[in-house]
C-alpha cells in the first residue's frame, strides 16, 4: 500500500508541493493517512469536513485534530454552514465539502488534494452512472487524477477493495460512521439493499463484474482521447476551446467524444443527448451549414470539421450607423471607439482567435459615416480570407461604408486606405470582464 501511494505521487506531483489530504477518520482516509506518514518528498497537510450532520460529530472532530497533530501532522478542521435542503442532500454536502477544501489550499497555496476514494465507492459510481443512462466513457467512474472545483483531485486508492484497506489496517482504529448506512442515501441504499439483492438474484457477485466494466471502459476512454488528439486540434483561449478536425471524417464515438472536450475545456456544463447529437451531425454536415447550441452559461458553434466553445454566451451584432467623427458604442459583445488621426500606425495581426482574447484590435478606415453589421458571403466576395468560422458571422463586427466593405474583423480583412483616415479600436468585452478590466 505505501509503495503504491509513493510511486501514485512520484507520477503526479513535483517533490517539495503542499498536498491536502481530506480526511474523515473513517477506513478509507485512516488507511491513505497511514499509508502518507512517513513521506517526506511532500508537505503534508490534513483537512477534516464537520459537516454537523451527527451531535457528536464536533467532539469527534477534537479528538482527530489531537490525533493527527500527536501524529507530527498539521490540520486545518472546517465546520460546514448548516442548511436546510434535503433534496440533494449529498450532492450539497459534496459542493459545500469540496468548497472547504479549495479554500484551504488557498491559504496553503496548492491546488493538490489526496481523497481516499477506493475501488467499492468507483462501483457504485459507475452502477449509479449506467442507471441514469450516462455516455459508456463515463463508466469509468472516478478518475485517479481529475480537476474539480479548481482543485487537482488525486485518487491513489481506486485499485484497492475496502476490504483489502481494512486488512492492510489491522488493529488501527478508525471511526465507523453510522450515515453511511442509512438508507435516505442512495450509496448506503446501494450497498446495503440493492447489491445484496443483485447478488441473491443473480447467484453471483455481481460488485466484481461492475469493477471489471469500469476497468474496460477506462481503457476504452484512454483508446479514445489518443485516437481524437491524432484525428483533432484542440486550442484553449481564455473564456473558451476551439477544435478542428484534421481529417474530413472521423468515428462518430471520436466527434461526441471532441464535443464533450471542447465543453470541458471551456468550462460549459456538458451538452444534452439531443445538442450534442445535433453537435455531430452537424460536424460531418455539408459545407455551409451551421449551429449555435446554448448550455448552461455559455454556448458552442459548430459547422463542418470546427467546434467553438464560449464559457460566456456572445451577443449578435446589430446594425449601427455612426455618423460623427469620433465616439464609443457597444455592440453585441465588442465595445468601440473610433477618432480622426493624420497617419497610421503599425497593426498588430493576429489570428480570429486572438480576437476573443480580450486585447485591442486596431483599424483604419476612410473618413466619413460608416456602419457597423455582421458580415455575409455578398460583402466578402472576392476578399481574401484567413478562414474565420462561418458560424460566428453574426456575432463579430464588420464596418461598411456606402455598399463597400473596408473592414471585416472575422477575416481580417482591412482595406488601406489614404490618409488622413478614422482609426476604430474594437476591444471583445466579455474577455475583458473575465479579466476584472
Known sequence: MK????????RTVPPGETVLVGYSGGLDSTALLMALREVSLWPIHVVHVDHGWRPESAHQADQIQKQVESWGLSISVEKLPPFSEQKNLEERSRQLRYEAFLSVAKRKKTKWLLVAHQADDQIEVVCKRFLEG????????MRP????????????????????????????????????????????????????????????????????????????????QEEM??????????????????????????????????????????????????????????????????????????ERGLIV???????????????????EV????????????????????????????????????PQGSFVIR????????GIEKEGGPLSLRSFVPSIVQGFELVADLLSGYNRVPSFPCTKVTIVFQVARIERGC
Request: net charge positive.
Open 374 to 381: 455582421p458580415s455575409n458571403e455578398k460583402l466578402l466576395r
Open 309 to 327: 466553445g464560449f464559457s460566456q454566451k456572445i451577443d449578435k451584432i446589430e446594425k449601427k450607423s455612426c455618423e460623427s467623427d469620433r465616439g
Open 229 to 302: 488528439e491524432k484525428r483533432s486540434e484542440v486550442t484553449t483561449f481564455r473564456g473558451g476551446a476551439v477544435a478542428r478536425l484534421q481529417e474530413k471524417s472521423i468515428h462518430p464515438f471520436i466527434a461526441g467524444l471532441l464535443v464533450d472536450t471542447v465543453c470541458k475545456e471551456a468550462n460549459i456544463p456538458a451538452l444534452s443527448r439531443a445538442q450534442r447529437e445535433t453537435a455531430v451531425q452537424t460536424l460531418f454536415a455539408n459545407k455551409g451549414k451551421v449551429r449555435e447550441v446554448q448550455s448552461g452559461t455559455g454556448a458552442i458553434f459548430i
Open 330 to 365: 457597444c455592440i453585441g459583445s465588442w465595445c468601440i471607439r473610433w477618432e480622426p488621426v493624420e497617419r497610421a500606425e503599425e497593426q498588430k495581426k493576429g489570428s480570429w482567435i486572438d480576437l476573443f482574447q480580450g486585447e485591442e484590435r486596431t483599424l483604419y478606415i
Open 134 to 141: 450516462a455516455s459508456l466513457l463515463r463508466f469509468c467512474g
Open 3 to 10: 509503495k503504491t501511494v509513493v510511486s501514485f505521487l512520484e
Open 145 to 224: 487524477v481529475e480537476t474539480l472545483f479548481g482543485l487537482q483531485i488525486l485518487r491513489p486508492l481506486l485499485c484497492f477493495r475496502r476490504a483489502e484497506l481494512q486488512q492492510w489496517l489491522g488493529e488501527t482504529p478508525y471511526i465507523d460512521d453510522p450515515t453511511n448506512r442509512e438508507n435516505r442515501f442512495l450509496r448506503s441504499r446501494m450497498r446495503e439493499e440493492i447489491f445484496p439483492f443483485l447478488a441473491h438474484s443473480f447467484g453471483k457477485k455481481v460488485t466484481d463484474s461492475i469493477y471489471r466494466v469500469s476497468k474496460e471502459a477506462a481503457l476504452l476512454d484512454h483508446f479514445a
